[in-house]
C-alpha cells in the first residue's frame, strides 16, 4: 500500500471524527469541511515528498484545526468580531497545537460525533435536511445512498447539503456541548437521528452503522442522562442483543418466533433491560418517553422465554402509549400485530383495525403491512388468504434479501 493510499484509507475510515473534532474548534460545520480537505490535500503532498505522517489522521486533525483557525483569524481581523470570540479562538489555538503532530494518538473524544450531530441539528434547518447532515458527515454515508433514501437524485441531495451547510454557516450561531439550554433544546432531534442511524444498519445488516448508532447513543446518554437517553440505548442495546440471530444461514431474515433464543447476547440484554427499566421509571409507562416505552416492548421481548409465552396483553397496552405520543405507521402496525396475538383481542381485532387503516400499506412500510397482515390471517385460520397476502409483500419489497426471507416463509407454509 502506498503512502497516499495509507493516508486515503485512513481519511475514509476517521472522516467523520477528524470533521466532529475540527467542527468542535470553530463551530462552523462549513468551514470544518473546508479545513479537512485543505489538511489531506496538504498530507498527500508530504507524503509525494517522503514526509508521511506517523498518524494521519492526528496530523490532518491538528492541520485542518490550524487552517480553520487562520480562516476565522482573517475574519476576525477584517470584521471586528467581538472580544469574546478572540479569546474562544485563543483558546481553540492552544488547543489545536498541544501535543506532536506527528504522533499525537489522542486525536478524537467520545462527544465530538454527538457534537457535530447536535451542530446540524439547526432549529433553522428542516428535519430531513438535519437528518442528511448527520448521515454524511458523522457517519460518512455516500451522498448518493442518502438521495436514495429520500427519494430524491444524488445532486439534488448534494445541492441541499450544500445549502444547509451554507445556512448554518451564516447563521452565525456557534454551537458548544458547554451550553445546557441548546443541548437541551437539540438533543431529541440528536436522538432521533441516531435511531435512524441505527434503523437503517439494522435494515442492511451493517456492523459498522449499528456500531456507530449504540457509540452515539452512549455519548447521549453519559452527556444528559435523562429518562429518553436511557431509553433510546436500552432499545438500541436489546435490539442489538438479538443480532445472531437476525439472519438465517442462507442470509435471510428470520422472524423473531424463529430466534434460538439461547443465542442472544446476554450481557447486552441485562444492560439493556435495566436502562429500560430506568426509562420506563422516569417517564411512567404511560408518559410521553418516545424511547422508552419502545425499550419496554423490546424488553419484554427479551424476556420472554419463547414467542407464545410473550406477554402480549402488556405489550399492547405500551404500544397504546406510543401511539399516542407518536402515533407513526411503523408504531401503529407494531400495535396491531401486538393486538392479534393477544387473548384479551385476537387476530379478527385486529385485521379489522389493519383494515381500516390503509396509509400503512403505502410506501416504504407496505411490505411490513402485507407481511403483518399475512401473519394475522393465519392466525385467523386464513391459510389461503395468507399466501395471497405474502405473495403482495413480495412484489411490494424493492430488497432482495426480504424478497427472499419472505419467500422463504411462503415455500415454508408459514408467516
Known amino acids: ?3 497516499a493510499e495509507r493516508l486515503e484509507r485512513a481519511y475514509r475510515e476517521d472522516a467523520a471524527r477528524i470533521l466532529g473534532a475540527v467542527a468542535r474548534t470553530t463551530g462552523d460545520l462549513l468551514l470544518a469541511e473546508d479545513a479537512v480537505q485543505e489538511a489531506f490535500a496538504r498530507a498527500l503532498v508530504e507524503a509525494a515528498r517522503g514526509r508521511e505522517p506517523a498518524n494521519p489522521a492526528a496530523w490532518i486533525t491538528t492541520v485542518a484545526r490550524r487552517v480553520a483557525i487562520d480562516v476565522q483569524r482573517r475574519e476576525r481581523t477584517s470584521s471586528r468580531v467581538a472580544p469574546m470570540l478572540a479569546a474562544q479562538l485563543a483558546i481553540a ?8 503532530v506527528e504522533g ?18 439547526h432549529p433553522d434547518l428542516a428535519q430531513e435536511a438535519r437528518v442528511a447532515l448527520a448521515l454524511r458527515h458523522v457517519c460518512g454515508v ?19 447539503l450544500t445549502r444547509a451547510k451554507k445556512r448554518i454557516h451564516d447563521s452565525g450561531i456557534r454551537f458548544s456541548l458547554d451550553d445546557p439550554a441548546m443541548v437541551s433544546a437539540r438533543m431529541p432531534d440528536a436522538l432521533t437521528t441516531v435511531y435512524l442511524l441505527y434503523s437503517a444498519g439494522h435494515a442492511a445488516a451493517d456492523d459498522r452503522l449499528r456500531g456507530d448508532a449504540i457509540a452515539l447513543a452512549r455519548d447521549a446518554h453519559r452527556l444528559t442522562g435523562e429518562p429518553e437517553s436511557a431509553g433510546l440505548l436500552a432499545l438500541l442495546l436489546l435490539t ?24 442472544w447476547d446476554v450481557t447486552l440484554l441485562a444492560e439493556g433491560e435495566r436502562l429500560a427499566t430506568e426509562a420506563l421509571t422516569g417517564v411512567g409507562a404511560e408518559g410521553d418517553g418516545r424511547y422508552a416505552l419502545q425499550a419496554g416492548i423490546a424488553g419484554l421481548h427479551a424476556i420472554a422465554p419463547s414467542w407464545d409465552a410473550t406477554d402480549w396483553p402488556l405489550i399492547v397496552r405500551l404500544y ?7 402515533p407513526s405507521a411503523a408504531a401503529r ?3 396491531l400485530v401486538a393486538v392479534g396475538h393477544s387473548p384479551d383481542a385476537g387476530p379478527e381485532v385486529a385485521l379489522a383495525g389493519l383494515d381500516a387503516d390503509p396509509v400503512l400499506f403505502e410506501g416504504p412500510l407496505a411490505p ?27 412484489a411490494a419489497s424493492g430488497d432482495d434479501r426480504t424478497r427472499r426471507s419472505l419467500q422463504r416463509l411462503l415455500d415454508a407454509g408459514a408467516v
Open 368 to 394: 411490513r403491512a402485507h407481511a403483518a397482515r399475512a401473519e394475522l390471517l393465519r392466525l385467523a385460520g386464513a391459510t389461503a388468504a395468507a399466501a395471497v397476502e405474502l405473495r403482495r409483500a413480495i
Open 104 to 121: 499525537g494518538t489522542s486525536v478524537f473524544t467520545g462527544d465530538e460525533r454527538l457534537e457535530l450531530i447536535l451542530l446540524v441539528a
Open 93 to 100: 489555538e492552544r488547543s489545536a497545537v498541544d501535543g506532536d
Open 320 to 326: 397504546d402509549g406510543l401511539v399516542r405520543v407518536w
Open 142 to 160: 455516500p451522498t448518493a445512498r442518502i438521495a436514495e433514501a429520500f427519494l430524491v437524485s444524488e445532486p439534488t441531495m448534494a445541492a441541499r
Open 1 to 3: 500500500m502506498t503512502a
Open 240 to 263: 442489538e442483543a438479538r443480532q445472531a440471530t437476525r439472519l438465517t444461514s442462507d442470509d435471510e431474515f428470520a422472524t423473531l418466533r424463529e430466534a434460538d433464543r439461547s443465542r
Open 333 to 335: 402496525l407494531g400495535r
